[in-house]
């Protein structure tokens, strides 16, 4: 059993908030995002925050070190974008395993300052492993419903690339996030089955939906236990959901998959959802009581936060959860249907 899997059977784990908020609060320009080694690239490069791994790594640093302050037990890379797929919006293809092995590395380095600190609460990373800006279920063209941006085995090479360079970089776990396309999903999976296979290791996967509205369905069409059923080949850690909504619009479709499992479930929502402005208005102590729900109903091993989240938010969710006891997992077994 992994170290992370003894501390699931102990305890509910604490996953980070958001990073992109916590990001904005530097108001970077572009030549920040530059630094000195872009200087004179090519293209703008404002907003690409993968990149701000190489040209603002205290930062990065700072970013991880408060929310392990806050109470995390876990912290995810700042690779959200990172693979040649997103990475062609910036022309930046070619940077793909050096952003990936060092955001891993900095996430690592003050991951271990922590548990050092504080043997009996080791502290973890997750490498996050995005959706991409491009989906193999569904058309970009309303006129070809047939076309495809982009294919099974394109996503498998980009993903094999970003997860080889998460684990060089010392990722304690995978995290497959805001998942809204299943067979993107399954590309990465499958990469990642590929890497074990290869290099003979075993690593934690951990596995992260979006339902996208009130629909109850992901983009690519499908229901919560739908979701679960697809990506229960693959032996994971976690499964559960991210993003899009907030705590009290999850609870429902964390209900669906926590009765049809025994894995961990992990949830990671929003702070809310977004005001006219897109900006989200709940404060750490509103999010809070509404997860008390999830505790109180038993659905989570894993929670943590999503847009809008921060160390506060994170802070007031840690509290709470430290006091209740995990749902029961049982690693040897996946789905009942």
């Known amino acids: ?31 920040d995002f530059r630094g000195e080694r872009f200087k004179n690239f090519h293209k703008s490069v404002k907003g690409n925050n993968d990149l701000l791994s190489l040209t603002q790594p205290q930062a990065i640093a700072q970013v991880h070190a408060k929310y392990f302050e806050a109470g995390c ?12 797929i997103a990475m062609a919006d910036y022309g930046m293809e070619d940077l793909v395993n050096e952003l990936n092995f060092e955001s891993a590395r900095i996430a690592k380095e003050v991951a271990d300052e922590f548990t050092n600190k504080e043997p009996h609460k080791p502290r973890f990373v997750a490498g996050a492993i995005g959706p991409t800006n491009k989906t193999a279920s569904m058309s ?34 995978l995290l497959v996030e805001t998942v809204f396309d299943t067979l993107n999903a399954k590309a990465a999976l499958f990469a990642i089955d590929e890497i074990k296979e290869e290099r003979n290791i075993e690593i934690p996967i951990m596995v992260s939906g979006t339902i996208t509205d009130a629909s109850g369905r992901t983009l690519s069409g499908q ?25 009290k619009q999850l609870t429902p479709h964390l209900e669906a998959i926590a009765r049809r499992t025994t894995l961990a479930v992990s949830a990671y929502p929003n702070a809310g959802l977004p005001n006219a402005f897109g900006e989200y208005d709940e404060s750490p102590d509103q999010m809070a009581e509404q997860i008390r729900e999830y505790l109180d109903k038993k659905l989570i091993n894993i929670i943590g936060g999503c847009c809008g989240t921060t160390p506060e938010h994170i802070r007031a969710i840690a509290k709470i959860a430290s006091d209740f006891s995990p749902r029961s997992i ?8």
């Open 330 to 337: 049982n690693f040897n077994s996946q789905v009942t249907v």
């Open 1 to 31: 059993m992994s170290e992370i899997q003894k501390a699931l059977m102990k305890r509910i784990l604490v996953l980070d908030g958001a990073m992109g908020t916590m990001l904005q609060r530097y108001n970077f320009n572009e030549e």
């Open 223 to 247: 229901t919560a236990e739908a979701f679960l059923i697809s990506v229960s080949h693959i032996p994971l850690l976690s499964i559960g959901f991210n993003c899009a909504l907030g705590a």
């Open 73 to 84: 037990d876990i912290v995810e890379t700042n690779t959200f974008s990172g693979t040649t």
């Open 140 to 173: 970009p063209d309303v006129n070809d419903p047939g076309f495809r941006a982009i294919s099974f085995d394109e996503l498998r090479v980009a993903y094999k690339q970003q997860a080889e360079a998460l684990i060089d970089g010392g990722v304690d776990i």
